[in-house]
C-alpha cells in the first residue's frame, strides 16, 4: 500500500517572528525551533540572513542558526531565507546547508519590498543559487503575491509561473507561491497548478505559502491536494503576516493545518499534541493568547469522542 504523504514546511520562526516588534531572546527562539522538531516537523525555516536594519528581530541570525545546528534532531532541514550574495556569505559561515529566496509576481510588490523589479531580484539571485548549488545546499524559492498583490490587484496564474519557470531555471529545486496578503481561493489554487503543470512544472516541485488573513487557508489546501500538490507551508501558533502587505495577518497555522491532514487522512509524521506544545510556548514569549482555531478547541479523538491536547 503506498502511503499518501505531505510536506509540511514550518515557517514560525523565520516568517513568523520576523515583524514581531518586541524583542524575542536567542534562547526562546533555540527553544521553540526545538520543540517543532520535538514535534515532528522535518523542515523548519530557521531565520534569515538579511540586513539587522531591514529585519531587527532576526538580526541574531550569526549567532542561532549555529546554535540550532549544533543541537539538531537527524533529519531536519533548516533552510534560512537568503537575499544575496552577503546574506549567502554569512548563511555559509554560520553553517547552512539549506536556503530560500524570495521574490514576487508584480514588479509594484517587489519594489517595495525588496527595492527591485521582478527582473532585477532574478539577475540577484543567480549568483547565490549558483553558488548554492555548487555546494549542494537544498534551494527553495518565493513567489510571492501569486494570488494578488496589495499595489496592482488581482494577478493572473500566468505571470506566477513565469516567475516560477524562471526561477527553477536558475537553479531552485522547489518553488512556493505564496498568498502574501491572504486574498486567494481554491479556483485560484487550481489555476496555478494547471499553469504550472502546463509549463512541465513537476508537482512535486510546488509548494504552497497561504496566508488564512480571510478564512481561506484550509480552504486552498483543499484545492491543492486535490490537484495533485503535498508541500504546505504552515506557521506554527500563526504567527506573521506581511508588513509590505497592508492589512495582511495569519499565516496559516501550522496546527490548523495538522488537524486538517490528520482528518483527511494523509501521513505527514507531525504530533499535533507536539506542535500545540510549541504553539503555546511561542505564545507564551510573545505574551498574548493563542488565536488558532486548534490552539483554543484542541485536537479531537474519533475513537473517545473527546477534544485531545487542550490548553
Ligand atoms: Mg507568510
Redo the contacts with the bound molecule.
Sequence with gaps: MTVDRVRIYE?GPR?GLQHESLPISTDDKVEFVKRLAAAGLREIETTSFVSARAIPQLADADELLPRVLSGQATGVRHPVLVPNLRGFERAKAAGATALAVFTAATDAFTRRNIGMTVAESLAAFRPVLAEAAALGWWRRAYVSTAFGCPFSGCVPAAKAVDVAVALLDLGAEEVCY?D?IGVGVPSQVDALVEASLARAIAPDRIAF?F?DTRGTGLANVTAGLRAGIRGF?A?TGGT???PYAPGASG?LATEDLVYLLDGLGYEHGVSLAGVLDAARFIAGVLGRPLATKVGQAGGWDPDSGEATARP
Excluded: A, E, Q, Y
Aim: with cysteine; charged share 15%.
Design positions: 515557517v516568517d505564496g502574501t505559502h496566508h507551508d506557521s506573521g503576516g506581511c499565516n
